[in-house]
């Protein structure tokens, strides 16, 4: 190699400051001589300023559009390049993978990753190369640079390859729950059972777009039994959604030729036990009401909170075993009576656990009820819904609330 050509390598770093690439050929080094060689009247940059700019004659001869933004994200790679090559980098630095990805994003959908990788490498590599054919020192670096400029464009459209998997993935999630919905809405009673001396009413407000909660009043009149249950299944989402289905006709499949409550819970149990996966906990209470002599039966199988409000003050119906599908066990009865003004409340954990710093809590729950004990029961279930609302804007579990409560009996006045 000539003498002349033994002077040192130089780059400005222009890359924030495009507009001085058409003086590039004018700026002169000024350090000790490095990993190039290249002329002391011309600069690193300046051949690589030619590269691109016959590289983008080259696929603009191609058709492929170039946005200005596109240009300034090449040139600042471009650049990168002269000053890895110029410190004589044995690796390119991280800048160079995030200015690749960038790229990569940005011509994503626009181009295939082949097409993409041979313009935005391979054409670019080679038009460089060509500038720089007689300064042999420098390729090495120039190359090892851009096959790291490949990897960061094929990783970019691996990137949102998965983001769009992903995306898929959430979008028949999201159809499948929809289903799932309209299936559980079958599921929730259709109507209330209207007899003389009781109010009835239910509320369920799921977390997302199945819930894990199940709530359900049945009125057997031929037997003067009043069925009422709430279940809670772990979780929520299309598992739980599925379950709820199941919870409800196993239960109330049992009901026909059941001696007790706890004869349906441990029905139930045993079921769900052998059936369902061992991490599937579901919490409920279940009761028996006769409305002729205001008798109540009921069966918690760890379920909490549930009470009844009176005159006198509150009465907790503490579990009478425990929850549904851990073991096959045996449930115990409690056995209160609903008179006028008492009011019997089933509810799910979502709604005494929402808030962030101080959960809801089951007092608060007792306060609203107690505030609203006036009211019907579908207007003290909905004012429990929109307090915690209120208090949670967006509770992270289902909502659900039963609410029966005895009032004086017209008929019979």
């Not at 409920?284 to 909490?304: C, D, S």
């Not at 029966?404 to 006045?413: F, L």
């Amino acid at each position: 190699m000539p003498a002349d050509k033994q002077a040192p390598l130089k780059i400005r770093t222009l890359r924030n400051n495009t507009s001085k690439m058409i003086d590039s050929a004018q700026i002169k080094t000024k350090r000790q001589p490095s990993a190039g060689f290249i002329p002391q009247e011309e600069t690193l940059l300046f051949h690589l300023k030619r590269g691109m700019d016959a590289w983008q004659a080259q696929v603009g001869r191609q058709g492929v559009e170039m946005t200005e933004t596109l240009r300034e994200l090449v040139w600042e790679l471009v650049s990168l390049c002269g000053e890895a090559v110029e410190e004589g980098c044995e690796r390119p630095p991280r800048d160079a993978y995030r200015l690749s990805a960038d790229i990569g994003r940005r011509i994503t959908g626009k181009m295939q990753q082949r097409e993409a990788v041979e313009i935005f490498r391979d054409q670019l590599l080679r038009c460089i190369l060509n500038e720089l054919s007689e300064y042999e020192a420098t390729i090495p670096c120039v190359q090892t640079f851009f096959f790291a400029v490949g990897d960061a464009i094929w990783e970019s459209y691996a990137e949102q390859l998965r983001r769009n998997l992903r995306q898929e993935k959430r979008q028949r999630l999201s159809e499948q729950l929809k289903v799932a919905k309209r299936i559980q809405q079958h599921l929730l009673p259709k109507t209330i059972p209207v007899i003389p001396g009781f109010d009835f009413a239910g509320r369920l407000r799921p977390a997302e777009e199945v819930g894990g909660d199940y709530w359900s009043i049945k009125y057997y009149e031929q037997d003067g039994v009043v069925t009422m249950k709430l279940a809670d299944i772990t979780g929520h989402g299309l598992a739980a959604g599925t379950l709820v289905a199941a919870v409800k006709f196993i239960s109330g499949g049992f009901y026909r030729g059941a001696t007790s409550p706890a004869d349906v819970m441990e029905r139930t149990n045993r079921v769900l036990f052998k059936e369902t996966p061992s991490d599937i906990l579901v919490t409920m209470i279940y009761g028996w009401l006769y409305p002729k002599t205001r008798r109540l039966r009921l069966v918690n199988a760890g379920h909490f909170p549930v009470f009844i409000a009176r005159e006198a003050g509150f009465t907790d119906i503490p579990p009478t075993g425990s929850l549904l599908g851990l073991h096959e066990t045996e449930y115990g009865e409690i056995e209160e009576t609903l008179n006028p003004g008492d009011i019997l409340v089933f509810s799910s954990d979502g709604i005494i656990e929402s808030g962030l710093d101080r959960p809801f809590g089951a007092d608060r729950l007792k306060e609203v009820v107690w505030a609203n004990r006036a009211l019907s029961a579908g207007q003290i279930a909905d004012s429990v819904i929109d307090a915690v609302l209120s208090y949670a804007s967006s509770p992270t579990d289902d909502l659900s609330v039963v609410v029966i409560k005895g009032v004086e009996d017209k008929v019979n006045v």
